[in-house]
């Protein structure tokens, strides 16, 4: 069992960045893949960003590509989303979530932890 905790959310002008955490805790946190998702009301959930076990490589959705990063601290149990140039509709609720897979999924459906969620709102 693994419980997932983020956090980092807030309120920005567009342009800024936010930096978003999410700290494990439970089962060894290099047993897993790492995604990051969002989600806007009426919308299915969505992909943003993945990390493998090592954080050897990552994946991003084309919209965030050059302006998100992900990482990992292995040590800290923390796997990080560092958000920059955001723009308006970057607004949602931001989860992050722990696949027992190696590889790294974009798809919801094969994640089997999940966090509370985190809202990034971004004015225009």
């Known amino acids: 069992q693994v419980q997932l905790v983020e956090s980092g959310g807030g309120l920005v002008q567009a342009g800024g960045s936010l930096r978003l955490s999410c700290t494990a805790s439970?089962?060894?946190?290099?047993?897993?893949?790492m995604g990051w998702f969002r989600q806007t009301p009426g919308k299915e959930r969505e992909f943003v960003a993945g990390i493998s076990r090592l954080g050897i490589s990552t994946y991003y959705t084309d919209s965030v590509k050059g302006r998100f990063t992900i990482s990992r601290d292995n040590p800290k149990n923390t796997v990080y989303l560092q958000m920059n140039s955001l723009k308006p509709e970057d607004t949602a609720v931001y989860y992050c979530a722990a696949d027992l897979q190696v590889t790294v999924h974009t798809t919801p459906s094969r994640y089997d932890y999940w966090g509370q969620g985190t809202q990034v709102t971004v004015s225009s």
């Open positions: 439970g089962r060894t946190f290099s047993s897993y893949s």
